[in-house]
């Protein structure tokens, strides 16, 4: 923001949280705004209570970085200066420059204690209608930090601490990921999502303990496809780190029965299938002792019903999904490449025929400015010599015609080009007239010698007839 005499620009960081809603077109939010702790800038904002007030009807902001790629920047303007008043002020009309999203409330600020500090809270909505990036981002993100925008116009200095007593409230910016706040923890939260996480995470920590009290659900839960034998599986990172041991082979599954036998489905690097037994993850691998075997793909159809389908009917399958996948991506990148070329050669055509119609307009104003010289001199009493136009050829040269256009976008560089010649001529032929007008105004002693009038025969009238007074 610009700075006025007297008045001093702080930036101070808070919190957002998202809080629940009946508009669809509204976001309603939660910002810790401001509090008394030194920050990391070494400045202390006091009297929270006095400016309460402050903070009603002031603007949410954020930016949007690389063409809107990045949802969220810092504070982004621009510094200008009015042509006519010489004056500074700031501009937001670049493409990365913040823009208003949201609002905060009237009487919707508060002092509130969050761990055992003061806090300003306001209550705001963001306009999730004409922000909705920013809206989903802050609802799957689940914070965002925030920076409070100020225009200090009173305060002083303890030690190193610049203590703020009196302050304006500019607006609050959301800001981007990266971007370092001076308020260590200050961000925007979205409190349903995390509310649906800490439940989801009960949920979790209540079966786990339901399956640790209940013996006879995780022998149940444990049980092979047939039924056959109890098994304790494997999970994927112990498999991932028994496949270390089998070279050539990716561990799809290990389970250890009741005898201790750990049992391990194999696939090769040529996608055939095996099983090898052992007594302890830590034995020797003897390659001999692994055996081929047809796989299969157990389909759970509920009430401990299941269809197995053969492996290699399954990989067949999908590899084949997976080509034509491969295949389409391939198309696609194709076209891609195919279209690009195009563009570039289109591009370039479009660069060829630019540069050669600039050719064109060049030449067309040199013959244009030379033709209208010429036809001055033939209906001239004087000549203007052609080197009269180098000035005019130059610029010609540099094109500062080639691109004057019209309202209709017709070309009028020549039109132009024409108008400067002529009042370059207008001007030689001034400079023609004032001479002879000079040359004219000329009056020799003799010619006045010639002249008897109210000559009385005097040596007195003699001399004023040869100009002597």
């Not at 006095?50 to 603007?59: R, V």
């Amino acid at each position: 923001m610009s700075k006025m005499e007297g008045q001093t620009n702080r930036t101070f960081y808070g919190e957002l949280k998202v809080l629940e809603s009946t508009n669809p077109y509204l976001m309603p939010v939660e910002v810790k705004a401001l509090n008394s702790l030194v920050n990391r800038n070494n400045w202390q904002y006091i009297n929270l209570q006095s400016h309460l007030s402050a903070f009603a009807q002031i603007p949410l902001l954020t930016a949007y970085n690389m063409g809107g790629a990045v949802i969220g920047g810092g504070h982004q303007f621009d510094e200008k200066t009015d042509p006519k008043t010489g004056e500074r002020y700031v501009s937001f009309t670049a493409a990365d420059a913040e823009r208003i999203v949201g609002w905060v409330g009237d009487n919707s600020s508060r002092i509130e204690n969050i761990d055992g500090v003061d806090w300003i809270v306001c209550r705001c909505a963001i306009w999730s209608w004409y922000a909705p990036e920013l809206a989903k981002k802050i609802a799957l993100q689940g914070s965002m930090e925030v920076s409070i925008e100020t225009l200090v116009t009173k305060e002083h200095i303890e030690g190193d601490v610049a203590v703020e007593e009196e302050y304006i409230v500019l607006g609050i910016t959301i800001l981007g990921d990266g971007v370092q706040p001076a308020v260590a923890g200050a961000s925007v939260r979205n409190l349903r999502m995390l509310s649906e996480m800490r439940e989801a995470m009960q949920e979790n920590i209540l079966k786990a303990a339901s399956y640790m009290d209940d013996e006879s659900e995780v022998q149940e839960k444990n049980k092979n496809l047939k039924g056959e034998k109890a098994l304790t599986y494997f999970s994927k990172k112990q498999c991932a780190d028994l496949s270390k041991r089998f070279d050539g082979y990716t561990v799809l599954a290990a389970a250890q029965d009741e005898n201790n036998v750990i049992h391990v489905a194999l696939l090769s690097k040529n996608g055939d299938t095996a099983v090898y037994n052992m007594n302890s993850v830590d034995e020797t691998i003897a390659v001999e002792r692994i055996r081929s075997c047809n796989g299969t793909v157990a389909f759970d159809c509920g009430d401990n019903n299941c269809v197995n389908a053969d492996l290699d009917c399954v990989l067949e399958e999908m590899n084949g999904v997976i080509n034509e996948a491969n295949e389409n991506c391939k198309n696609a990148q194709a076209a891609e490449q195919k279209a690009n070329e195009s563009l570039t050669a289109a591009m370039a055509t479009i660069t060829e025929m630019r540069n050669a119609e600039n050719a064109r307009r060049i030449q067309s104003a040199k013959e244009c400015a030379a033709r209208t010289l010429s036809a001055y001199n033939a209906s001239s009493d004087f000549e203007i010599p052609a080197s009269a136009l180098s000035e005019i050829n130059a610029d010609i040269d540099k094109g500062m015609y080639t691109e004057r256009m019209n309202a209709d976008g017709k070309w009028i560089g020549e039109d132009e080009v024409i108008m400067r010649v002529k009042s370059l001529c207008a001007d030689e032929q001034k400079k023609v007239n004032d001479a002879k007008a000079s040359k004219n105004n000329q009056t020799f002693v003799w010619e006045k010698l010639n002249d008897t009038e109210q000559d009385d025969g005097s040596v007195g009238a003699l001399l004023k007839r040869i100009g002597v007074n």
